[in-house]
């Protein structure tokens, strides 16, 4: 692993990595905390990037009536001292804001909804690491797309671990009961 600016040197090869180090990344270094290493995130392709724009945008339209506050790719969540990520999506709802005061990364308290737009390499990291930190934070609810596949997943947490509440493909219209009134065409996302 190679020494970043902003890491502790004296690490070694065989480092290991906090939460310090991984908030003191570069903005544009696009590696996660992954059990005490940082790991390299695929960089996004137009399609995922799309994908996000387009989700935002309608969680946007719909907070503008609900309340609640999103942020897109970049925002750091912690998941343990060495455990860190950055979700393509969160979402806050009114009364649970993403604290202000947390503008590094979100040390304390949680989303309300994360989203994951899976890709070739990170597919099983979403569906089953990230799918197990996020119960661990207790984010009710999670969402995985993957638009290869042309398929999303809603995700809510029950007892401490997620069940599947909504699983679509192609371009049906996708209505989660968790946000009232909100309909995200499928079809809008695989553009």
């Known amino acids: 692993m190679a ?3 902003g890491m502790n040197p004296s690490a070694g090869a065989n480092a290991s990595y906090t939460w310090d180090d991984f908030i003191a990344l570069e903005e544009d270094d696009l590696r996660e905390l992954i059990d005490g290493e940082l790991v390299e995130v695929e960089v996004p392709t137009a399609n995922h990037e799309s994908t996000i724009f387009r989700l935002a945008g309608a969680l946007s339209v719909w907070s503008d009536a609900h ?3 999103g942020m897109v790719s970049g ?3 912690r998941v343990s001292d060495r455990r860190g990520v950055m979700p393509d999506l969160q979402f806050y709802r009114k009364g649970n804001d993403a604290p202000a005061e947390q503008q590094q990364g979100l040390v304390s308290g949680r989303a309300d909804l ?3 737009v899976v890709s070739p390499s990170s597919r099983r990291y979403d569906r089953v690491k990230k799918l197990r930190w996020y119960a661990q934070l207790g984010v009710p609810e999670y969402w ?9 997943e809603q995700l809510v947490l029950r007892d401490g671990a997620y069940a ?3 699983s679509l493909e192609g371009e049906e219209v996708f209505r ?3 946000f009232e009134g909100l309909e995200v065409p499928l079809a809008k996302l695989w553009v």
């Not at 995985?144 to 596949?149: C, F, L, S, T, Y």
């Open 3 to 5: 020494y970043t600016p």
């Open 67 to 69: 309340g609640g506050q």
């Open 75 to 77: 925002y750091k969540v």
């Open 114 to 116: 994360v989203v994951e």
């Open 144 to 152: 995985i797309i993957d638009p290869e596949g042309r398929t999303l």
């Open 164 to 166: 599947i509440l909504a």
């Open 176 to 178: 989660p009961g968790t």
